[in-house]
């Protein structure tokens, strides 16, 4: 896999994920619970701004002398007994990865849950080379079974049901109980016991490196991260170049964000600090440590107006408040990075050329603006991103350039102008229920088949204004 | 070579940001705000202890408050409360200061007790996987969210409060602090004054779960399924 998750057109998908009533209802209520949470922990504090105030600050520091932080980082990993890997591409990250795994002739790989790593296709290539790579996290190890991409950042099983996934574990692993989540979870945690014992390396992805100390911090809730870092003897981190921190004072900082903004706990169940190599006479831990730093277009981003989309700590608050999202949910936007902060940085990393609708997935409400822990201004940004598609890059999606050329023709000629907005509610009369256009006619079916299209007023803005005039002439000579 | 390929990927950033590489000089700057100090300011050791026990409800945790005469007695009636047979504990200098050795020795009696024994290496990890109950002292303990701070080392294994189905923490009262910012703040200022960071720090907030299965939160999916903190006065 890499950042985007396949080659269906971007009006099948939407088609897709609208008739999914299980999905969408799943969505809905996922972004409540958590916006909810997020919501309540905001207050409880009293003073979240100053929180998001200071979560912006140290992202914006640390981005701006980010050469100098991964130097100290790289420094710190090699004196703690670690390895350090540069890697400009997914190529050169993987084909390190699967060097080290062939040199240790490992048969099996354990992984926690990271975004990195599927974005460069890390499975894929380890599977090529002949090593069994398993899934540890939950949701993960669901979809790993069903060959199925995650559809949200921190719950990426959202989109499956329980039926859905006893019949995968049914299918896959001869399980032969209910459906209830604490059988299906039993089993897992059977199968995958198994799985981190015997496992010859760990790999896992990074919430933040501190760049004083070596440590990397991983932040979840089933405490399977701290298996993969535990057991297996051949540990490695990858992380996405930005994922840094000056200090263990900067990461509580973070890390608190994260996981009030993410699910509304104030810390989930395990954050785990690891600092390269385990020392004399430890037992669990690795005893031999590799860090894999990955830029694949990262940099390109440094340096222009959208440097801060590489603030985001991937908390997916803006997930949790998209009402684009809840509609069409993470499969829509063919990309591992769903929701507003996938429609800014997906077209960042991998070009406009295969993502240049998704900036257009968005209502433009501003609630993931509002909503995000270290203020990256993602509808102005999804706002640029549209100006660029448009003035330079000449690749406005098609159905909005027939609209507009329409639009530009109708509007540029006064007397068609001044007749169709004069009739346009008698026109549009058959369509309409309840003030609202339903599956319009023309080019206003794209549009209604997602949206909805107020139906034209009795009178036309311009009949209103001259009236409008004419009253305030009169009251002026009265 | 332990590191490799730095000096291009970081000049390449250097260069996007428009200028020459830093690989000295830079300083954190006085942030605007500081609102984490803020969380707790001021509250007593008691009132810390009152908000970890009603944190505890919300993580799924036991909480018990004790005495240090009392820790052997409060410890062995958690085990049996858990119906578990066998043990594995911390090789912890703290058990001998809290009456924990001499327990231990008794509760031997009658469970399958284990204190980690780094000569044996890996077989501490079989022997943990199979435990009913890990007990250890809790190195920082965050009032705010019902946390225990783990700094693991030779003789006190990650494995002994993930493995094992249940785990005990204990938590000495001055151990307890507002929140997660002091704790971040001793391991810097301790790295600072050139004492090495331990190899793995663990925040344990109450029992492993998770909410991949239709959003049900679900307790014990990787590590314990119970957890019970003891706080000793």
């Known amino acids: 896999m890499s950042v985007k998750i396949g080659d269906v057109s971007y009006k099948d998908r939407i088609d897709k994920g609208i008739e999914n009533d299980f999905m969408r209802q799943a969505v809905s209520s996922a972004q409540g619970r958590f916006r909810k949470g997020r919501l309540s922990q905001a207050e409880e504090l009293g003073n979240w701004e100053d929180w998001r105030q200071l979560g912006s600050e140290i992202r914006t520091h640390t981005l701006e002398n980010i050469d100098y932080y991964l130097y100290q980082l790289s420094e710190q990993v090699e004196k703690r007994g670690g390895n350090v890997f540069f890697a400009q591409t997914a190529e050169e990250a993987n084909e390190y990865i699967e060097n080290v795994v062939k040199k240790k002739q490992a048969k099996k790989v354990v992984k926690t849950k990271s975004m990195v790593t599927e974005e460069i296709g890390l499975n894929e290539a380890l599977e090529k080379s002949g090593a069994e790579v398993v899934e540890s996290d939950l949701g993960e190890w669901i979809l790993q079974l069903d060959e199925d991409p995650p559809s949200h950042i921190v719950t990426p099983a959202l989109h499956k049901n329980r039926q859905q996934i006893r019949e995968t574990f049914a299918d896959k692993r001869g399980y032969d109980k209910t459906d209830s989540p604490e059988e299906l979870a039993a089993f897992a945690r059977e199968q995958l016991r198994h799985d981190f014992l015997t496992a010859d390396v760990g790999i896992t992805g990074c919430n933040f490196a501190i760049a004083e100390s070596g440590a990397i911090t991983l932040v979840t809730n089933e405490g399977n991260a701290e298996m993969v870092t535990s057991l297996p003897d051949t540990q490695i981190t990858v992380m996405g170049m930005e994922r840094l921190v000056p200090t263990w004072e900067d990461m509580e900082v973070l890390v608190s964000l994260l996981t009030r903004a993410a699910v509304g706990q104030k810390l989930t169940s395990y954050i785990t600090a690891y600092t390269g190599t385990r020392l004399e006479e430890e037992i669990d831990g690795p005893n031999d440590y590799h860090l894999v730093i990955v830029d694949n277009g990262r940099s390109k981003i440094l340096g222009t107006e959208f440097q801060s989309a590489l603030h985001c700590i991937r908390c997916a608050a803006c997930i949790n408040v998209c009402p684009v999202y809840r509609h069409v949910g993470g499969h829509a936007y063919n990309s591992i990075y769903p929701g507003p902060i996938g429609a800014v940085l997906t077209p960042l990393l991998d070009g406009y050329d295969d993502h240049k609708e998704l900036p257009y997935a968005s209502s433009l409400c501003a609630a993931c603006t509002e909503a995000c822990p270290v203020k990256i201004p993602l509808h102005e940004q999804l706002i640029r991103h549209r100006e660029i598609i448009v003035e330079e890059e000449k690749k406005s999606p098609v159905s909005e350039k027939i609209m507009m050329k329409g639009f530009a023709q109708w509007a540029s000629n006064p007397a068609a102008y001044k007749l169709s907005t004069k009739v346009a509610r008698t026109a549009l009369k058959p369509w309409t229920k309840d003030e609202f256009v339903e599956n319009g006619p023309g080019p206003l079916k794209g549009w209604t088949d997602v949206r909805d299209f107020p139906a034209p007023g009795k009178q036309s803005f311009r009949a209103w204004w001259n009236e409008r005039a004419k009253g305030e002439k009169q009251n002026a000579n009265s | ?233």
């Open chain 2, 1 to 233: 070579m332990p590191i490799h390929n730095r000096d291009k990927f970081l000049s390449n950033l250097a260069a996007n940001l428009g200028r020459p590489r830093k690989i000295e000089g830079v300083e954190r700057p006085e942030y605007s705000v500081q609102p984490q100090y803020e969380v707790l300011q001021g509250a007593s050791q008691d009132e810390l202890i009152d908000v970890l026990e009603k944190h505890c409800e919300v993580i799924h945790t036991d909480f018990v408050r004790t005495s240090k005469q009392e820790l052997p007695n409060v410890v062995r009636q958690t085990i049996d409360r858990y119906e578990a047979k066998s043990i594995i504990v911390s090789n912890d200098k703290r058990n001998v200061e809290y009456g924990m050795d001499q327990a231990y020795n008794q509760y031997a009696e009658e469970l399958d007790m284990h204190i980690w024994d780094a000569s044996i290496g890996k077989e501490n990890q079989v022997i943990a996987e199979k435990a009913d109950v890990g007990i250890s002292f809790s190195d920082i303990t965050l009032a705010e969210s019902g946390t225990v701070t783990l700094k693991n080392d030779k003789n006190n294994g990650r494995s002994i409060s993930l493995m094992p189905k249940s785990y005990i923490a204990i938590i000495p009262k001055e151990t307890i602090v507002p929140r997660m910012t002091q704790a971040a703040k001793q391991i810097h200022d301790d790295h600072v004054n050139g004492i090495e960071t331990p190899s793995s720090v663990c925040f344990v907030t109450g029992p492993s779960n998770s909410a991949d299965i239709e959003m049900n939160l679900i307790v014990g999916v990787h590590g314990p399924v119970n957890v019970t903190y003891i706080v000793v006065d």
